[in-house]
């Protein structure tokens, strides 16, 4: 059987309309519910062919469109056709405007425009997880930063952590048995920054990374000669590239972050 079906209509992003109209669907407990959203709504056959497309699959629409021309086409068309559909925001900003007394821009995406900080947060965390932990080198020569270290020296909660200053970051796991990507070694040494550790520190994070995982501590994973095979080898890497190397032992994944942010201030300043 197919599950019912909700289209999400906007004139701009859509994620308003969508917020809405899940916080709503929550309160139902048969689902699950398909959404489609259409963004970018900006003519009369987009909503033509979307109305069409709910009449098809005997959906209902939620929208939310600012421009009164389209509010009122849509619902028009909806009426044709027998689709319900739900207009969001145009009620509310009607009530607005007669409180206020005060005409709407009746401009898309405004909230957004307002806020394109939370665009760029959002693009940069997307981009973390995309490029997180060597899963697709293509990301290294995308990427502001690209940080570099053996397991367990908090490359991906690092890398979390700058995407919220809106830093785009990739990172690499760096293994004696893993050839890195030929990408790192062509990268501006400048944007590229070594993890470094000491062996006791990592030994003991790995020795309660195991035992979280309801594993003995002696695999070699915890072993102190195949920790030190691998700075070893993190270390020719670093050597190579000729990048900077913070040692992360004893500091937060805060305070490494702060060192790094200094080191791309001092960069764009020289």
């Known amino acids: 059987m197919e599950k019912p079906l909700i289209y999400v209509l906007s004139d701009s992003v859509g994620e308003t309309a969508e917020l809405v109209v899940k916080a709503c669907l929550s309160q139902f407990d048969d689902g699950p519910f398909d959404l489609q959203r259409i963004p970018y709504v900006e003519d009369k056959g987009t909503i033509n062919e979307a109305v069409q497309q709910a009449k098809e699959h005997n959906a209902m629409i939620g929208f939310t469109l600012v421009i009164p021309e389209f509010r009122q086409h849509l619902k028009q068309e909806a009426e044709k056709h027998g689709i319900q559909c739900v207009d969001i925001m145009g009620p509310m900003m009607e009530v607005m405007?007669?409180?206020?007394?005060?005409?709407?821009?009746?401009?898309?995406?405004?909230?957004?425009?307002?806020?394109?900080?939370?665009f760029k947060r959002v693009e940069a965390i997307e981009f973390a997880v995309r490029y997180d932990d060597g899963r697709d080198p293509r990301g290294i020569s995308?990427?502001?930063?690209?940080?570099?270290?053996?397991?367990?020296?908090?490359?991906?909660?690092?890398?979390?952590?700058?995407?919220?200053?809106?830093?785009?970051?990739?990172?690499?796991?760096?293994?004696?048995?893993?050839?890195?990507?030929?990408?790192?070694?062509?990268?501006?040494?400048?944007?590229?920054?070594?993890?470094?550790?000491?062996?006791?520190?990592?030994?003991?994070?790995?020795?309660?990374?195991?035992?979280?995982?309801?594993?003995?501590?002696?695999?070699?994973?915890?072993?102190?000669?195949?920790?030190?095979?691998?700075?070893?080898?993190?270390?020719?890497?670093?050597?190579?590239?000729?990048?900077?190397?913070?040692?992360?032992?004893?500091?937060?994944?805060?305070?490494?972050?702060?060192?790094?942010?200094?080191?791309?201030?001092?960069?764009?300043?020289?």
């Open 97 to 118: 405007e007669d409180h206020l007394q005060i005409k709407p821009r009746l401009e898309p995406g405004l909230v957004h425009k307002l806020d394109e900080d939370y």
């Open 142 to 270: 995308k990427a502001d930063i690209v940080l570099i270290g053996v397991s367990r020296t908090s490359k991906t909660p690092l890398s979390q952590y700058l995407a919220h200053k809106r830093l785009k970051v990739a990172n690499v796991p760096i293994v004696p048995e893993v050839q890195p990507p030929s990408e790192l070694f062509r990268v501006d040494p400048d944007k590229c920054i070594g993890l470094s550790i000491s062996a006791e520190k990592l030994n003991d994070i790995r020795k309660e990374r195991l035992k979280s995982l309801g594993l003995g501590d002696q695999a070699s994973y915890a072993n102190m000669n195949r920790i030190q095979q691998e700075i070893d080898h993190f270390n020719r890497i670093v050597d190579r590239i000729g990048c900077p190397v913070i040692d992360v032992s004893n500091k937060a994944v805060e305070e490494t972050a702060n060192v790094i942010m200094n080191k791309l201030r001092q960069n764009a300043q020289e």
